[in-house]
């Protein structure tokens, strides 16, 4: 696992996420545009919770595989990009658990 970490170089993700939360950096973009992961906040019913959604239905996996297929796409960049996205939710996640001093997570 230690290697896999840094291979993805994943302290310099974890900085970046902190500077800017799901916005990768350019050399992903290609990513991001077939696969968005654009959370949508909605309405609160109970302001005890968050209620997003993730527009899964939007993701282009053909045209992702098409990209690996052509070697436009490596394994790593698209590693990078979902390690990018997963640390953005998760210190999404710390940050409003910090804020409202109790747990908030995925359901």
Known sequence: FL???EKINA???RQNVHNSPFEPPSHLRIIEALIPCDFHRL???DPSTISMILDVGKWD?????KLFQEGDLSADEFLEYWAYMFDSLTLLLHNESM????MIFVD
Do not use: C, F, V
């Not at 996996?61 to 595989?65: D, H, L, P, V």
């Not at 804020?99 to 109790?102: G, I, L, N, P, Y």
């Open 3 to 5: 290697e896999w970490r």
């Open 11 to 13: 302290d310099a993700i």
């Open 43 to 45: 309405e609160q019913l």
């Open 61 to 65: 996996s053909t045209g992702i595989t």
């Open 99 to 102: 804020k409202r001093h109790q």
